[in-house]
């Protein structure tokens, strides 16, 4: 997925340099600009589609010109620099509780990424077009200007005056600015690749998109299965099916949310999660999982193991078009780690059953865990008189070995204190070392 921020302090944005990055899929966010091929919106990953109209030989359809008749009568026009004043911000804050579900900045100084930024006043030619029903304020839309390209950041308008196609009207107006500077295009922003309440801007003329190539293009070509975003699910959609006909266990396509966070923050390292949009997963116990990647300019799908590793044992990554390789690499993990599920399950859930029979002396016994060990991924953990204990499983030709280890106060670690092959040698370690430690581990 094509995805790229600048931030004006290391990368100064003037009028020419915002035509250019205007015409690479970049838009405005607050201080930076930035390009995404996808974004996470209305609950869903969708399509970003770039727009722009081509201002040369531009002419307003007649129901556009009776529009800007109409509210040119009720409206008077301010076109000025920005000032943000009190009253732009209280018609901002109106509009937003009024227009947006998903949090959007607390104020217009936030919006333009002006709050504490110095930068910010000199990195961009911003101006306002205010609109006034009398002495009130209407609407305000918001554009920032280049050498030959105007592009529209936003446009607040009082709910009041619905009925009057305000955020439509300030694109007629906004364009009508472009033209009388002698501007080559207007960016109105970005539709998506479904419906959706950004299809508003398509009503303009001349209309191109961009198609995430280095290519604009009239929009009557525009075709939504192009995207990427369409694409990738198409693809995954067909290897899921092809995978799960070969496998006992069935997968799953994940649409990954949080994978925008991560890609605008660069944490996908420190967070260890999926550097996809889109994967498939497939759950081989309550701690395993393998993840199945699609790479679409190579046209391979990428299969490896989700925060666990075998250290050799079995083969953790492939990549290949053929999906029947994946589903052996998937059944080779299945079947390894299923058998060690069911032992590691039930031999802990024979002690735990032993030391619930124990009255009071063993507590918060809860079976716990962890994809990052292997192959003992399991243990039992449970306090007794004042200590935290864990007991972990170990099969050594078939026979079980119970591994109890106690949580030591002073030396600030966990500590291994023999192994057992029962229930009740477990519980026989555990008692003699609780006399063994008496009160030493606390003075």
């Known amino acids: 997925m094509i995805f790229g921020v600048i931030t004006p302090h290391q990368e100064p944005v003037g009028r020419k340099s915002l035509d250019r990055l205007l015409a690479q899929g970049y838009f405005r966010h607050g201080y930076i600009v930035a390009a995404y091929e996808m974004m996470y919106f209305d609950e869903k990953i969708q399509g970003v589609v770039p727009l722009r109209s081509r201002l040369q030989g531009y002419e307003f359809s007649k129901r556009q010109r009776k529009l800007i008749r109409k509210n040119r009568d009720r409206f008077r026009k301010e076109v000025r620099p920005l000032k943000i004043t009190a009253e732009k911000d209280r018609l901002y804050r109106q509009y937003k509780s009024y227009r947006f579900k998903e949090q959007v900045e607390r104020s217009l100084s936030d919006f333009f990424g002006l709050t504490g930024n110095p930068y910010a006043k000199k990195a961009y030619d911003t101006w306002e077009i205010a609109f006034y029903d009398g002495n009130k304020l209407a609407a305000i839309s918001f554009v920032d200007i280049g050498e030959k ?21 300030s694109m007629l107006e906004e364009t009508t600015l472009a033209m009388e500077l002698g501007l080559d295009y207007y960016y109105p922003g970005y539709t998506l690749d479904g419906p959706s309440c950004f299809d508003y801007k398509l009503r303009g003329n001349n209309l191109e998109f961009y198609d995430w190539k280095a290519n604009w293009k009239s929009w009557n070509e525009f075709k939504a299965e192009s995207t990427l975003c369409f694409q990738q699910r198409k693809v995954l959609l067909q290897g899921i099916q092809d995978i799960n006909r070969q496998l006992e266990i069935e997968g ?29 997963s497939f759950k081989l116990s309550p701690y395993h999982e393998i993840v199945v990647r699609y790479l679409n300019q190579e046209g391979t799908f990428v299969a490896e193991t989700c925060n666990y590793q075998t250290h050799n044992q079995l083969q953790d990554y492939i990549e290949t078009k053929d999906t029947k390789q994946i589903s052996s690499l998937i059944k080779t993990h299945y079947l390894k780690i299923n058998h060690l599920y069911q032992n590691l399950f039930a031999k802990l859930k024979e002690l735990e059953e032993s030391l619930y029979n124990e009255d009071e002396t063993y507590q918060e016994i809860s079976l716990q865990g962890s994809s990052r060990i292997f192959p003992e991924f399991m243990w039992l953990s449970f306090t007794s008189r004042d200590y935290n204990w864990a007991v972990g499983l170990r099969f050594n030709d078939g026979i079980p070995h119970y591994i109890p280890s106690y949580y030591s106060y002073r030396e600030g670690q966990w500590k291994n204190c023999g192994w057992a092959t029962t229930t009740n040698e477990v519980k026989e370690l555990i008692n003699r070392k609780i006399e063994e430690l008496g009160c030493e581990e606390f003075t």
């Open 149 to 169: 390209a105007m592009a529209s950041l936003l446009c607040a308008f009082d709910p009041d005056y619905t009925s009057y196609s305000l955020g439509f009207y």
């Open 252 to 280: 799953k396509i994940v649409e990954h949310t949080e994978y925008f966070s991560h890609i605008w923050h660069d944490t996908f390292e420190l967070a260890n999660v999926v550097k996809a949009p889109f994967y498939l």
